[in-house]
C-alpha cells in the first residue's frame, strides 16, 4: 500500500509569488489533514478535510491560504500571495474514518514539502 | 489550547542503552501518538495509545500513559544509531481530531 505522498519535496518561491502544494492520501482514507512547521517552531494543525468537506479549519493563518480536496482524493494547498513568515515544512496526513464519525485513528504523514519564501 | 511538551530537549546516549522521553499535555485526550523524524524527511508513526490505556509495547518501545498527570512516556530499549531522530508526541481530544504536537526531543544515539 502506497503512503501519503506529496508534491514537490522543496520549493523556493519569492514573496508575493503563488505557490501550490500537492498532497494525495492513503487510498480509501477519508480524512486528510494538513499540518506546518516553521522554524524553530512546533507542528501545527491547518485543517481538516472529511472527504471533500471541510471539517475543521481553525488552524489557517489567514486568507491568503486556500485548501482543496475536490472529489474527496487529493488536496491542494494553495499560498497566494506568499509571505516570508510562509517559509516551513508543510506536512499532509490521512487516517481511516472510524465507526461514529468522530473516533480517531492513527494518522500517516507525508515526507513534507519544505516552502522556502524569500 | 493545549500544548504538548516534551522531556528533555535533548538526549545523548551511546548504542545498547535505554532513552526515555517524556510528554505532558494540558487537557483531557482521546489519544496520544509519538511520531519519530529523521533529519530532513517527514514524520513516521511509532506508536498510538488511547485515553483507557496505560501501557503498550511495539518492538523496542514502550508507551506509558497517566492520564491523572497528563503524562506520558516512551521507552526505546537497547538504542541503536539507527533510532537517532527526533520524537514528537501528539495529542487529540475527543471531537477533535486534530493532533497538537509537542515541541520534541532530538536523540542522539552514537556507536
Known amino acids: 500500500e502506497a503512503g501519503v505522498t506529496q508534491f514537490p519535496s522543496h520549493s523556493v518561491i519569492e514573496k508575493g509569488q503563488t505557490v501550490t502544494l500537492r498532497c494525495d492520501p492513503i487510498?480509501?482514507?477519508?480524512?486528510l489533514y494538513w499540518y506546518r512547521r516553521v522554524m524553530g517552531k512546533e507542528i501545527k494543525f491547518l485543517l481538516h478535510f472529511v472527504k471533500e468537506s471541510k471539517q475543521d479549519e481553525s488552524g489557517m493563518p489567514n486568507n491568503r491560504f486556500l485548501a482543496e480536496r475536490t472529489g474527496g482524493t487529493y488536496s491542494t494547498l494553495k499560498v497566494q500571495p506568499a509571505e516570508l513568515e510562509d517559509s516551513g515544512v508543510y506536512f499532509c496526513?490521512?487516517?481511516?474514518?472510524?465507526?461514529?464519525?468522530?473516533?480517531?485513528?492513527?494518522?500517516?504523514f507525508g515526507p513534507g514539502t519544505r516552502l522556502t519564501v524569500l | 489550547s493545549q500544548q504538548g511538551e516534551e522531556d528533555p530537549q535533548a538526549l545523548s546516549i551511546q548504542e545498547g542503552e535505554n532513552a526515555t522521553m517524556n510528554c505532558s499535555y494540558k487537557?483531557?485526550?482521546?489519544?496520544l501518538q509519538w511520531y519519530r523524524q529523521n533529519s530532513g524527511r517527514g514524520l513516521v508513526h511509532l506508536i498510538l495509545i488511547r485515553s483507557n490505556e496505560r501501557e503498550k509495547h511495539s518492538g523496542r518501545l514502550r508507551v506509558t500513559l497517566d492520564t491523572s498527570k497528563k503524562s506520558s512516556s516512551l521507552l526505546i530499549t537497547a538504542s541503536r544509531a539507527a533510532d537517532t531522530a527526533s520524537y514528537f508526541c501528539?495529542?487529540?481530544?475527543?471531537?477533535?481530531?486534530?493532533?497538537?504536537f509537542g515541541t520534541g526531543t532530538r536523540l542522539l544515539v552514537s556507536p
Open positions: 487537557t483531557s485526550i482521546n489519544n
Open positions: 496526513a490521512s487516517s481511516r474514518r472510524l465507526a461514529g464519525g468522530t473516533s480517531t485513528d492513527t494518522q500517516y
Open positions: 501528539a495529542t487529540d481530544r475527543t471531537g477533535f481530531q486534530k493532533l497538537v
Open positions: 487510498s480509501g482514507h477519508d480524512n
